[in-house]
């Protein structure tokens, strides 16, 4: 599919959308954005918070939120969709344009059978006007996205799991059969093996009805194995434009090799992501320069001196890069050089001397009507003096409550913990001495960077609390040692008057591990802490996790679902799945050479590049 | 879950205009603050002074609101008034507030058998009719003004807690306080330090509201004749000692009973004005 952006095809592209600039008040939230869609085709919108992306979709269906305007011309095979009146929209939003969201959860009505979702956006069609022929097309319609259980439609949406909603709600936004689904990041709140399933369905769909796609999300690695074209946005501009196998090759833009580049690759361990520096920027303060220019190592004068437009370098390859000409050069060498793999450093076999053991570690939880929630089942693990082990699994395999055990904020139900050699599994009933001990030695980091930091309190504040607890109430937490502490997380000292709403994902994530570094501990529990941030803050936070541990002689417990992840940390990774330890090994062996069937499926979920991708 | 759409509506701030209706409220307030405060300083005779010989008397340039059946100034009285209708009020809120505060950190935070104790109180509190048992209380054990701001303290303090409770169970699960934890800082320090700022703005906005009902029911004590001692300046007082000579001076009435109306309404309005900025 070699059409290039201004629609070539016989009746041009399905849906065309010129100059769209979508802004708050004064405030723009895009540049001008002219995207296309050919009948039939894929395309994918990729771009990081903020970058816009999720306002291009909903400005295209015409359901942006109140206060958020749109200019421009969108044109949907010939009919200018931001001029329609709401009535007339309402003609076309789910019969010619469809929209597929993230949560699964809240996009379908709690109060509503799942099967009601799909029986509503039937009514109204004469063939079905018959409830019979309706319950019939409900049935042929979930079949369609693979649930053969007829009883799923009888039931509420808070009884089925994340990708069966997902699943229901993608049959709701096909049941009016439109010719374009926009589907904004519609794996991203599922599980990965989950993830994999959505995408293929998708595509199976897609290629089935012979229907548009644009897929919303901020993974180029998913955007590169399901579309044919991708557009980079970044800021409310887009940067780059181009046939997906092309632009995988060879990104033209900066930002886009740096997105590549920043995505932890599942098949080599490299020494240190090349990391974007700093984060990303507002629309509304690139007005009249390059989006991207101040996170930028190429960046000139020029790149500041007016938003460089989007210009054809090849055929089917647009980039927004002023300077792509000489530079070209450079970004393929260090392309070339981030992809080679560390040597691999063998560490003896973990038998003795072990910092933290668990010994058949149970917990179980009373669920609803006391019925028990078996979330940890037997679990035993080693954790070495300055290794980093991986904990990799899905939702529900029990690896936040292993975590969470280690560090006190959950007693086990049965079993061992043994941290330092002080027998640690019910923190309560600790000598305090030990549980001091305990507590200096293990630290956990949390997911969530929102929340992991008390809203009213200064980084300052934080901090000298953090330090005041290692070291018992006497010693002064000075200035001089939490401006350490920064340091040792690379932030300026300046950082320790700001408070938490003043900081972006990524910063909040590094005072939160300066915080836990207070204490001096050994080891450092890691619940996702970088699940929650933008790819190209990711790569900085990994490569601060890896600092540190070479700096301090850290030892880790990495938690985390992604296996990319893990493969750029862990020296040694457990595989969790229903509680239960599934498969252990060397990260090279487990991910090189899966033995249990579900470590099999977790590596297979990982998104192929767009050139390997199957025809 | 995942942040990329989260922090779009993040940036988005509301416009921190204070609203003209909030701005009238807060002038009322002041204003009745300042009689509170000023009190003989501004009142144009003393509120005590009878003059039997003119008795009740409409407004007039020397009595702008006229005078009672005892020949006493209403305006003078009104203003001074205003000291019952908001020590009273004050202390009921700030003492509610004050155990509601300590009573819903420790359920929400403690929880088990903690939580339960002070559960079920609440539960027998929410049963009891409150001006009721206000009106019994103050009937039986005496003491009039302050017995019936005591009582009021109780009575509130019971719903009060479950908003603190409920706030506290909000913040509870979130991570940072999870990482106090495992720091190690004391239960003390993450009730006070850590979560009770969180939730301030939300108790704040509801002891506000606490003011409102405790002037009314203070007021509705005093015209049963259960609240301030007879012949006290007080709006509720007023209500009572005045309703018989609606006819000859209305404003005798009508001042008192307006302004209970537009001291509650104005705390109202700023109580959940408060709640809707502090409580999202």
């Known amino acids: 599919m070699n059409t290039a952006v201004v629609g070539a095809g016989q009746e041009g592209p399905l849906l065309n959308v010129e100059g769209l600039v979508i802004s708050h008040g004064a405030v723009p939230i895009t540049a001008p954005l002219n995207i296309a869609v050919e009948r039939g085709e894929t395309i994918a919108i990729v771009g990081e918070s903020g970058s816009g992306k999720t306002l291009t979709a909903r400005a295209i ?44 959860f809240t996009m379908l009505n709690p109060l509503m059978r799942c099967g009601d979702h799909i029986n509503e956006m039937l009514r109204g069609r004469p063939e079905f006007a018959s409830r019979a022929a309706r319950a019939a097309e409900v049935k042929r319609r979930l079949a369609e996205v693979g649930i053969v259980d007829e009883d799923v439609a009888r039931r509420m949406p808070f009884q089925l799991s994340g990708g069966m909603c997902q699943r229901v709600a993608l049959a709701a936004a096909l049941a009016r059969d439109p010719e374009l689904l926009i589907a904004d990041e519609p794996s991203t709140a599922l599980d990965v093996t989950t993830q994999a399933e959505i995408i293929r369905l998708l595509r199976r769909v897609q290629r089935e009805r012979h229907m548009s796609l644009i897929l919303i999300t901020h993974n180029l690695r998913l955007a590169f194995s399901t579309c044919e074209r991708i557009y980079v946005l970044y800021a409310g501009s887009l940067l780059e434009v181009g046939d997906a196998a092309a632009v995988e090759r060879q990104p033209f833009h900066p930002y886009t090799l740096g997105l590549l580049l920043s995505e932890p690759p599942a098949d080599i361990r490299v020494p240190r992501l090349v990391a974007i520096r700093g984060s990303v920027a507002r629309a509304a303060d690139v007005v009249d320069s390059c989006g991207f220019a101040d996170r930028c190592d190429w960046a000139k004068q020029i790149c500041r001196a007016g ?54 570690l149970v917990k179980t939880f009373v669920g609803a009507r006391g019925r028990p929630i078996r979330a940890v089942k037997d679990i035993s693990l080693r954790i070495m003096p300055g290794e980093s082990v991986g904990l990799v699994g899905e939702s529900g395999s029990g690896k936040t409550t292993l975590g969470r055990c280690l560090v006190g904020l959950e007693t086990p139900t049965a079993g061992d913990i043994s941290i330092d050699g002080i027998a640690a599994a019910d923190f309560d009933a600790m000598a305090k001495a030990d549980r001091a001990r305990v507590r200096r030695t293990i630290q956990m980091i949390f997911q969530d960077p929102y929340s992991t930091l008390n809203p009213r309190h200064s980084v300052g504040q934080a901090l000298s609390e953090a330090l005041g607890a290692s070291a018992g109430a006497t010693s002064p937490a000075t200035p001089d040692r939490i401006a350490a502490l920064l340091a040792d997380v690379g932030l300026s000292a300046a950082y320790a008057t700001r408070r938490p709403a003043s900081l972006s994902g990524g910063e909040r994530q590094r005072v939160a591990i300066a915080r836990a570094l ?91 590049s767009a050139n390997q991708r199957a025809p | 879950m995942s942040a990329p759409t989260i922090t779009e509506t993040r940036k988005t701030k509301l416009p921190r205009r204070l609203p003209i209706v909030i701005l009238i409220a807060a002038l009322i307030i002041t204003g009745v603050v300042i009689c509170a405060v000023l009190g003989e300083g501004i009142a144009p005779y003393s509120p005590f002074l009878q003059r039997l010989g003119i008795g009740d008397t409409l407004p007039s340039a020397a009595h702008l609101a006229g005078t009672d059946l005892l020949g006493r100034d209403v305006l003078s009285r009104v203003i001074y008034g205003a000291r019952t209708a908001l020590v009273g009020p004050v202390v009921v809120a700030a003492g509610a507030f004050a155990i509601a505060t300590l009573l819903g950190l420790l359920s929400g935070y403690l929880g088990g058998l903690v ?20 009106i019994v209380v103050v009937g039986v054990v005496g003491g009039g003004y302050w017995t019936a701001v005591f009582v009021l303290i109780v009575l509130f303090t019971a719903p009060d807690t479950r908003i603190v409770r409920s706030a506290v169970l909000e913040q509870r699960p979130l991570p940072y306080i999870d990482a106090a934890r495992t720091l190690g800082i004391s239960k003390t320090r993450i009730l006070f330090v850590h979560i009770l700022p969180n ?51 209305p404003v005798a009435l009508l001042l008192p009973a307006g302004m209970i109306i537009l001291t509650a309404v104005s705390m109202n309005l700023i109580g959940d004005w408060l709640f809707a900025r502090f409580a999202k």
Not at chain 1, 317 to 325: G, K, M, Y
Not at chain 1, 326 to 355: F, N, W
């Open chain 2, 115 to 134: 939580d339960s104790a002070i559960m079920r109180w609440v539960d027998f509190m929410f049963a009891l009719p409150g001006p009721l048992v206000a």
């Open chain 1, 307 to 360: 938003k460089p437009p989007l210009v054809a370098r090849d055929a089917s390859r647009f980039t927004a890069c002023v300077r792509q000409d000489e530079i070209q050069g450079e970004l393929d060498a260090l392309r070339t050089a981030a992809l080679s793999a560390a040597p691999m450093t063998l560490r003896p076999d973990p038998t003795e001397g072990a910092l933290v053991r668990v010994d058949a």
């Open chain 2, 199 to 249: 939730v301030l703005p939300i108790i704040l906005a509801y002891v506000v509201l606490d003011f409102a009902f405790a002037l009314v029911n203070l007021a509705g004590l005093s015209f049963l004749g259960l609240g301030v001692e007879p012949g006290t300046p007080d709006w509720g007082r007023m209500l009572f000692e005045n309703r018989n000579i609606l006819f000859s001076n």
């Open chain 1, 61 to 104: 269906a015409g359901i942006l939120p109140p206060g958020i305007n749109a200019t421009g011309a969108v044109t949907l095979d010939g009919i200018p969709l931001l001029r329609l009146a709401e009535r007339e929209l309402r003609k076309i939003r789910g019969f010619r344009v469809s929209m597929l969201m993230q949560d699964p």
């Open chain 1, 518 to 608: 207070a204490v001096k501990p050994a080891v450092l529990v890691c619940d996702e802490p970088v699940s929650a941030l933008d790819v190209s803050v990711q790569a900085q936070v990994l490569n601060l996790f890896k600092r540190l541990q070479a700096e301090h002689g850290l030892a880790y417990l990495f938690i985390t679902h992604d296996l990319a992840v893990v493969r750029q940390i862990a020296d040694r990774i457990y595989v969790l799945y229903l509680g239960e330890i599934v498969e252990e090994g060397p990260t090279e062996r487990v991910i090189g050479d899966p033995q249990h069937p579900y470590t099999r499926r977790l590596i297979e979920s990982i998104p192929r």
